[in-house]
């Protein structure tokens, strides 16, 4: 199903693979932008060094997924996110784009904080 693949691809930005510079190129789209949770609007190669200069992550818990389908090929993936003690609760949003090919590459992601509890 379309949206376990990409629940699967979104999530892998929050393990192991988030300092991986051959997986993230592989998976954030050429043209790739980024609001933060923070307000910075990033470009695909801000995102990647940022990504690589992080020594620890902390878990992240993602959950509450929901799929829209916009066009053939792009879809919008809606989410929740916290750390595991419930800190810094955050929706989320990303746009994913189909080659064809059939390789799925993420064009564009948004956090947002969100109330604890909503």
């Known amino acids: 199903m379309l949206l376990e ?7 892998s930005l929050n393990g192991d693979r988030r300092n991986d510079r051959e997986w993230l190129e592989r ?3 050429p ?13 695909r190669s801000e995102t990647i060094t940022s ?7 902390s878990a992240i818990i993602s959950s509450d997924f929901r799929l829209t389908e916009m066009a053939k090929g ?6 929740r996110t916290s750390y595991a003690d419930g800190s810094r609760p955050a929706l989320r949003t990303s746009c994913w784009l189909c080659s064809e090919e059939g ?13 604890c509890g909503v």
């Open 27 to 29: 998976l954030l789209h």
């Open 5 to 11: 693949k990409l629940r699967l691809l979104e999530c």
């Open 51 to 57: 990504l690589l200069g992080e020594k620890m992550a």
């Open 74 to 79: 792009c879809v919008m993936l809606h989410y």
């Open 31 to 43: 043209e790739f932008r980024e609001i933060t949770r923070s307000g910075l609007m990033v470009d």
């Open 103 to 115: 390789q799925w590459t993420l064009f564009f992601h948004q956090g947002t904080p969100a109330a």
